[in-house]
């Protein structure tokens, strides 16, 4: 059995003049390549049941999916040897590199290949254009390549892929490696590899002097610029920052790695288990149609992995590093799992009274640590407050500051249209132009 007779290695079965037939009437019942190679693996085995057969296909039995489908199904298959169009396409680009990777055109979005690279089953320009569409996105549209076509190669830049004028399936595509200091695209392991040599002997002085506590301050800082990206919906500013986060990140990684204690990937082998146990609904058997189901979940997997077995433990593993208002939040929204909470609103809203009448007692005796920590109960009942009505804390009191500030600058704005200073203005006038500003930004939609 034949996968196709349209193919030149046919050529050489008809020449052998023994029975075969071809599956080449499956192509035009199928849809897509997946079903293909699952049809013509089922026209195999049904074939196998009633005798021996040799099911040929082009190149080795590891290019073709269809082959590799029915060497996993059949008990006792034997599979013989055939030259790979790979390694053909490696020969014609003299490319004899024995850390090499193939790909199949039509299996190539499937995991991140590496260089040097063959990529074959470029038999059509739709799919050579999303073949160079990928390749270009991972190693550059100017990476030096090889096109070849009948065991023949040329040198072509990786943009000129789908510029070839004629395909058939003797056509592929070879992407020698590229010296690291030439590239212009990068991956993780890239990134580290970058780390790892400014911190050798006779990398960068700075970078080789820290430590995981003299950057801790970096991480946040980063984090920060990443999320002041989003706010301005900046994409250009987002992938940058978002670079900066995962370099802190890398960092950490080497830093652990130097001290023996974990490597760059324990860290991708840890966070890609923790998000599979965590999805349980998704790699499990839990269910979730909701995102609410979905976040139940993850909390319930998330308390499992870390041995939480109470509320008391979910409570003292917030991260105290965390800014307050989120911590309080946090802290107080695990506690309620425990019951440990206001009642309601009301309940909520006496206690604030309550604390902002001790903090206006603490200020008028003018004990600045009972000042202080009267102001911390006020502040938690406040939390508690906008917790309980729903409200995300961290976020709500962010967007109050911008407004302050937006309604400071218009009253500033006001104020200095008049010739006058805010700092000498009485505090009656001052609060009469703060409401002309207030006013006018609402006006606006601003405020």
Avoid at 85 to 99: Q, R, T
Avoid at 398 to 409: D, G, Q, V
Wanted: aromatic fraction near 6%; proline fraction near 3%; charge should be negative.
């Amino acid at each position: 059995m034949l996968r196709t007779g349209e193919t030149a290695p046919a050529a050489g079965v008809r020449a052998l003049g023994v029975p075969f037939e071809t599956l080449d009437a499956l192509y035009a019942s199928c849809r897509n390549f997946d079903t293909l190679n699952k049809k013509l693996a089922a026209a195999v085995l049904r074939m196998a049941k009633e005798g021996d057969v040799v099911y040929c296909v082009d190149g080795s039995a590891c290019d073709d999916r269809s082959a590799r489908l029915v060497a996993q199904k059949a008990r006792g298959a034997k599979v013989l040897a055939g030259c790979s169009k790979a390694d053909a396409a490696f020969a014609a680009a003299g490319e004899l590199s024995p850390d090499r990777c193939v790909r199949s055109a039509y299996s190539l979005a499937e995991g991140r290949p590496s260089l040097p690279l063959a990529v074959y089953d470029l038999d059509g320009e739709l799919i050579a254009s999303d073949a160079k569409l990928l390749l270009c996105s991972l190693f550059g549209d100017e990476a030096d390549a090889f096109f070849v076509r009948g065991g023949q190669a040329k040198k072509i830049k990786l943009y000129e892929t789908d510029r070839q004028g004629t395909y058939d399936d003797t056509c592929a595509v070879v992407v020698p490696a590229i010296p690291f200091l030439r590239k212009t695209r990068f991956d993780y392991d890239d990134l580290v590899h970058v780390l790892r040599l400014l911190r050798a002997p006779g990398g960068c002085p700075w970078d080789r002097a820290q430590t995981h506590e003299s950057i801790r301050s970096n991480m946040v800082e980063e984090a920060y610029e990443l999320v002041d990206a989003i706010d301005k919906e900046d994409d250009g500013a987002i992938c940058e920052e978002t670079g900066d986060v995962l370099m802190q990140g890398a960092f950490h990684s080497v830093l652990g790695e130097e001290r023996g204690a974990f490597t760059p990937d324990d860290v991708t082998s840890e966070v890609c288990a923790k998000l599979i146990f965590r999805h349980s609904h998704i790699f499990g058997q839990d269910r979730a149609e909701t995102e609410v189901g979905a976040l139940s979940v993850w909390e319930k997997n998330k308390r499992a992995e870390k041995g939480q077995k109470s509320a008391e433990d979910s409570v003292f593993a917030v991260p105290a590093a965390m800014p307050a208002c989120m911590r309080a939040q946090k802290v107080g929204k695990r506690a309620a799992t425990a019951g440990y909470d206001f009642a309601d609103m009301e309940e909520v809203a006496e206690s604030v009274r309550e604390e902002l009448a001790e903090l206006l007692e603490a200020a008028a005796e003018g004990d600045k640590a009972h000042v202080a920590e009267e102001a911390g109960d006020l502040l938690l009942a406040a939390v508690s407050a906008g917790r309980i009505a729903g409200a995300d804390c961290e976020e709500a009191l962010r967007e109050s500051t911008n407004k302050f500030i937006e309604r400071f600058r218009a009253t500033a704005e006001l104020v200095r249209a008049d010739g006058k200073a805010m700092e000498a203005l009485p505090k009656a006038e001052l609060w009469a132009y703060y409401r002309r500003a207030k006013e006018s930004l609402r006006a606006e939609g601003k405020a």
